[in-house]
Each structure stands twice: as C-alpha cells, then as structure tokens.
C-alpha cells in the first residue's frame, strides 16, 4: 500500500485522521418518544411533549434503536457493553429545547471494535484494519431556519430525539483514500444490517473529520474537528485541505489550535466555527430520568441471530463458491442493492437454464456489473419497472443457450427496458436469433473464402492472423447473427 506524504519546506509530514460517524438508526419512531422520523415531512409535525421538552415529560428508550446499535456493534466484531448508561450533555442552543442532549460518555453500549478497509478498490484483497474506539447512541438537536423570514429565525423539531449512532474510529487512518474507504464500507455494513439507511445526502449519516499532523514516528500533533461532512468525497477534501494548512502553519512557525471546524464546499476548504470547549465544559452527569441499560442474553442472542451475512463474508463466498474474480465479487458486495440485484438475477438465470449458479456465475457478474448498466445509460426511454429479474434472467438464458450473441442480448434489453416485452417473443419476432444452422452458415462461409481466395492462400501460407478477419466477414454478412461457436469451427475445417 503507497505511504501518503505531503511534502513541506522542512521535509515529509504524515496525516492522522480519526472519524466521528454519526448514523441515524433506523427506526419508525425517536429513542425517547413514540413520534414519528420520516424525512422531509413538513416542520414540526413530528414532535412529542418529550420532544419539544414540556416539563414533567419522562424519556422512555426504544428497544428497536438499542437492537439496531446492538446488531451494528456486533458486525464490527465490537465488545457490546451489557450494562450502559446515558448522560446528559449540557449547552445552549436553540435547536435543543431541553438544554442538554442525552448521550453516552462514560458507559457507551458498545466499545472496541474494527473494520477491515479496502483503500483501492481495484484491489479488494489488500485491506487495513481500522479501529473503532466506540459506538454510542444519542438524540439528534433540531434544524434552524434561517431562510424562512428576513429577520427571524424558525425552529424545526422534527429532527428532535432521533436516534443517533456515534461511531467514533481511532486515529488510525493515514490517507484521504483510507479514510473514504473506512466511510464507504461503514456505510455498506450499516446498510447491510439495516440499522442506517446510509443516506448521506438526507444527512442519515454524517461524519466528524479530525484531523493532524506530524513527521513521520513522532507523537500526535494537534487535531482540528471538522463537522457535519456529508459526502465520501468531501471527506477527503477536507483532510487534503486540512493536513496542508497544518502543515503551512506550522512551518511558519505558528501552532494548530484544536478547534472545530466548517467546511466549504464551493471552495473545498474549511474554517474556523469555534474553539474547541473541552469536555467537562459539557457537564456530563447521568441522566436521572433514566436507569441504566442491562441487556440479557436472550436480548444478544436475537441481535446475533438476525444479522445478515455481512460483506466480507459475503465476498469470499462469492469468490470461492461462485468462482467470481476478486475485482467483481468486491463490486458486487459493495452495496446492499448491487448484491440483491445479482443474487435474484442469478437465481432466476440458474432456474431458467437448468444450470447450476456457477456455471452461469461471471456471466450474470458481466451483465449486471457492466452490460446491463451500459444499455441502460444509453437508453434514453427505459422505464425503470420494465427491468425485472425475470426480464434479465430470461435474456441472459437465451445467451447461455447460444440462441442469441452479445449484440443481440444487448439489443433486445433495449426493447425489454423501453416496452417490457418478453425476451423469448423479442428475440422471435424482431428476427434477434442467431442461425445455428450449420447449412446456411457453410453456404455463407463458401462464399466468404470464394470472394477472398488471395487471403486464403495467405493463411495457408501461415499468416495465422487471418482468422479473425474470416469471422469477422462471416459474420458481417450473416449480420451479426452467426452462432460464433460454429462459424469458428466450420472455417477451422474448411481453411484445413
Ligand atoms: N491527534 C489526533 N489526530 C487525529 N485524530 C485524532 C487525534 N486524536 C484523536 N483523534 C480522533 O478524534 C476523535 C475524537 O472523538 P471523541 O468522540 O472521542 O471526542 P470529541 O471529538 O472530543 O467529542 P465530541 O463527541 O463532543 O465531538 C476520534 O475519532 C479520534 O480517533
Ligand atoms: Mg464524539
Ligand atoms: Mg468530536
């Protein structure tokens, strides 16, 4: 794996990165109250007495959201904590109407865990692990709203109590690319498990960059806090723009402050938001509305039993059971929506051909990974709910069975995405079929040799390269429709 540097006026600087996830578990209703979390509804119509912080109201904890936290901490191989304890984290702002957020400091539900990151992709198999300190759940503040009137601000508490993960890594990542690889299969284990749906857009997960420097065996340098990043990309943007102000500072014989940070990303750089409060600024104390968290067995028995077979488990399989190659089996684990797509393609192909899945294993990777995106990008009409497994399945049997070529396959998905015809009918009546019938590919083949009896004579002679151009011809004037198993043998036969 290359070494990322960055090279100053003093010499070579290495990058420690940490990462603060924060996840939005899936859950229909808040960590303390029954109120509802769909995103995008109009502003304060999802907001209980607990949510809006009425005195009197009493925090009641969502079993689901500790399931969800439970399950994300045991697909990360974590330590899972059966007793923990909220705190209550205490500051001002306008969004959070109780005055502190409920969190978890000093007893966190789950503790030390890992995840094993591919920083290139090409290359799934060449991994690094990296640490997780901790997961905590917390509550969501609201939103301010400043573009709603021209001298006042709006509160919208919608987002008020939501159930947070804190996923907090060690200063273990080096590079942007580790740690847009750490963001990436974070996202892809949460979305497996189905404890986030991974939406960084909707802000469903956002991530807190740390960031410092130092020369390369000395100690941590100073860390800055950027908050509320959103993208894989911007990620990495921040700790390239970072790791080189640091450095510029430093070399100019100045000090990094440890402050929390903003990013910009219009110019893809960051700025100061505040100095960092320290941690007792906050005033932890246990929450005294709620007693502490003790999960039984039962209760982590259910968690495990339920988890999924998650991506690497999910990779190797696909490689020593399917056959797949790493490159594929790595892209096609990537993300929940990828393998389910393959999965069932697969499973329907392996039905209709009679085959067992690995033999029809790469073909079904080729078409899903690469074939089937390609006509699809190129098709302007293609209406989304014509592409069924079924559909898919069906064209890429009539291909295992040799009945149509790779053109033909990719001209009838055209048809399927735009009318969601059948692909049997297609390949019948839009004349897609190719001949295997060995007469009529001979007849054509003869005539083929007759008009190039010149190259003929020159592949007699040994120029071996001619082959291609036979097929080729052969198949030009059958329009594409030849079976190209028996073009090949009929004109190895007939060229002696
Ligand atoms: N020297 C360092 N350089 C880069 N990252 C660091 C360094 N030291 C710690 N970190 C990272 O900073 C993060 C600290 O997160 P943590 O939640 O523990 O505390 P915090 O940021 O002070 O608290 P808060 O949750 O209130 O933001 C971790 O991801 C850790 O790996
Ligand atoms: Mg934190
Ligand atoms: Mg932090």
């Given at each position: 794996?290359?070494?990322?540097?960055?090279?100053?006026?003093?010499?070579?600087?290495?990058?420690?990165?940490?990462?603060?996830?924060?996840?939005?578990?899936?859950?229909?209703?808040?960590?303390?109250?029954?109120?509802?979390?769909?995103?995008?509804?109009?502003?304060?119509?999802?907001?209980?007495?607990?949510?809006?912080?009425?005195?009197?109201?009493?925090?009641?904890?969502?079993?689901?959201?500790?399931?969800?936290?439970?399950?994300?901490?045991?697909?990360?191989?974590?330590?899972?904590?059966?007793?923990?304890?909220?705190?209550?984290?205490?500051?001002?702002?306008?969004?959070?109407?109780?005055?502190?957020?409920?969190?978890?400091?000093?007893?966190?539900?789950?503790?030390?865990?890992?995840?094993?990151?591919?920083?290139?992709?090409?290359?799934?198999?060449?991994?690094?692990?990296?640490?997780?300190?901790?997961?905590?759940?917390?509550?969501?503040?609201?939103?301010?709203?400043?573009?709603?009137?021209?001298?006042?601000?709006?509160?919208?508490?919608?987002?008020?109590?939501?159930?947070?993960?804190?996923?907090?890594?060690?200063?273990?990542?080096?590079?942007?690319?580790?740690?847009?690889?750490?963001?990436?299969?974070?996202?892809?284990?949460?979305?497996?498990?189905?404890?986030?749906?991974?939406?960084?857009?909707?802000?469903?997960?956002?991530?807190?960059?740390?960031?410092?420097?130092?020369?390369?065996?000395?100690?941590?340098?100073?860390?800055?806090?950027?908050?509320?990043?959103?993208?894989?990309?911007?990620?990495?943007?921040?700790?390239?723009?970072?790791?080189?102000?640091?450095?510029?500072?430093?070399?100019?014989?100045?000090t990094v402050d440890q402050e929390t940070r903003l990013f910009d990303p219009d110019t893809g750089t960051t700025r100061t938001m505040r100095s960092k409060e320290d941690a007792h600024d906050y005033r932890y104390f246990p929450d005294p509305d709620l007693l502490p968290l003790e999960l039984d067995d039962a209760f982590l028995h259910d968690c495990r039993e339920s988890l999924p077979e998650l991506p690497d488990a999910k990779r190797h399989r696909y490689e020593n059971e399917l056959g797949l190659s790493a490159y594929n089996a790595g892209q096609l684990t990537a993300d929940v929506d990828v393998y389910q797509r393959y999965e069932a393609i697969l499973g329907a192909t392996a039905d209709k051909t009679g085959k067992p899945e690995k033999d029809v294993a790469t073909q079904v990777a080729n078409w899903v990974l690469s074939v089937a995106p390609g006509v699809k990008n190129a098709t302007e009409d293609a209406d989304e709910a014509n592409d069924t497994t079924v559909a898919n399945a069906g064209i890429i049997a009539l291909q295992a069975a040799g009945t149509v070529g790779g053109g033909q396959a990719k001209e009838i998905y055209e048809i399927v995405l735009k009318t969601g015809r059948e692909p049997d009918e297609i390949a019948e009546t839009e004349g897609l079929k190719q001949t295997s019938d060995t007469g009529a590919i001979e007849a054509v083949i003869d005539e083929v040799l007759a008009n190039n009896a010149d190259k003929v004579e020159e592949y007699r002679g040994g120029k071996d390269k001619l082959f291609g151009f036979f097929v080729g011809q052969t198949m030009k004037a059958m329009k594409g429709k030849g079976n190209p198993a028996i073009v090949n043998e009929i004109l190895k036969t007939k060229l002696g």
């Amino acid at each position: 794996m290359s070494t990322y540097r960055i090279q100053g006026a003093t010499g070579e600087w290495e990058v420690v990165i940490g990462l603060e996830v924060h996840a939005q578990v899936t859950s229909k209703a808040k960590l303390f109250s029954g109120a509802a979390t769909a995103f995008g509804a109009e502003p304060n119509t999802q907001v209980s007495l607990v949510d809006a912080a009425m005195p009197g109201m009493l925090p009641v904890p969502n079993r689901e959201c500790i399931r969800q936290a439970v399950r994300t901490g045991m697909a990360i191989d974590a330590q899972i904590n059966k007793w923990s304890r909220f705190d209550r984290k205490n500051y001002f702002y306008a969004d959070l109407p109780q005055g502190y957020q409920i969190s978890q400091l000093y007893h966190p539900l789950v503790g030390e865990g890992h995840l094993d990151v591919s920083p290139d992709e090409k290359n799934p198999e060449a991994t690094k692990r990296i640490g997780v300190e901790r997961i905590h759940v917390e509550q969501d503040a609201g939103k301010l709203m400043h573009d709603q009137h021209p001298t006042m601000s709006y509160v919208d508490l919608n987002r008020s109590g939501v159930a947070l993960m804190e996923i907090v890594s060690k200063p273990d990542m080096r590079s942007p690319a580790e740690a847009g690889a750490y963001v990436r299969k974070l996202r892809s284990i949460l979305r497996y498990v189905g404890s986030c749906d991974g939406n960084m857009e909707e802000g469903s997960m956002r991530a807190d960059v740390n960031v410092s420097v130092r020369k390369p065996g000395d100690e941590f340098g100073t860390r800055t806090e950027t908050k509320n990043v959103n993208s894989v990309r911007f990620v990495m943007q921040v700790i390239e723009y970072e790791a080189n102000r640091q450095v510029d500072v430093i070399e100019s014989g100045g000090t990094v402050d440890q402050e929390t940070r903003l990013f910009d990303p219009d110019t893809g750089t960051t700025r100061t938001m505040r100095s960092k409060e320290d941690a007792h600024d906050y005033r932890y104390f246990p929450d005294p509305d709620l007693l502490p968290l003790e999960l039984d067995d039962a209760f982590l028995h259910d968690c495990r039993e339920s988890l999924p077979e998650l991506p690497d488990a999910k990779r190797h399989r696909y490689e020593n059971e399917l056959g797949l190659s790493a490159y594929n089996a790595g892209q096609l684990t990537a993300d929940v929506d990828v393998y389910q797509r393959y999965e069932a393609i697969l499973g329907a192909t392996a039905d209709k051909t009679g085959k067992p899945e690995k033999d029809v294993a790469t073909q079904v990777a080729n078409w899903v990974l690469s074939v089937a995106p390609g006509v699809k990008n190129a098709t302007e009409d293609a209406d989304e709910a014509n592409d069924t497994t079924v559909a898919n399945a069906g064209i890429i049997a009539l291909q295992a069975a040799g009945t149509v070529g790779g053109g033909q396959a990719k001209e009838i998905y055209e048809i399927v995405l735009k009318t969601g015809r059948e692909p049997d009918e297609i390949a019948e009546t839009e004349g897609l079929k190719q001949t295997s019938d060995t007469g009529a590919i001979e007849a054509v083949i003869d005539e083929v040799l007759a008009n190039n009896a010149d190259k003929v004579e020159e592949y007699r002679g040994g120029k071996d390269k001619l082959f291609g151009f036979f097929v080729g011809q052969t198949m030009k004037a059958m329009k594409g429709k030849g079976n190209p198993a028996i073009v090949n043998e009929i004109l190895k036969t007939k060229l002696g």
